[in-house]
């Protein structure tokens, strides 16, 4: 997985803040021998299945930066859903 966060300061009449763009690329394997296939399911009782880590590591990051700095966080646009986000619009 990669991940890449970017944060843009603005300021309009009415608000001024912070804007957060996250963008991940997650890839899911599959396939190969008998030992990467346990490793994998190994992986994934440990931590979850790939979309499962990706779906918390989002959640934490926004919930550490809103805790970090007092701010709250609004979500504008996500794709895919990602379900039971307490700061969905």
Known sequence: ?????CLFPYA??????YHLNLFVND???SGGGLSQR???AVAGRLVG???EFTERMLKDTVFAMEGASGASAV???GEP?????????
């Open 75 to 77: 979500l504008i646009e």
């Open 38 to 40: 346990f490793g994998r």
């Open 12 to 17: 309009n009449d009415q608000r001024q803040g």
């Open 49 to 51: 299945t790939p979309q």
């Open 81 to 89: 859903e990602i379900p039971g986000l307490a700061w969905k619009r």
């Open 27 to 29: 890839t899911a394997e």
């Open 1 to 5: 997985m990669r991940a890449t966060l």
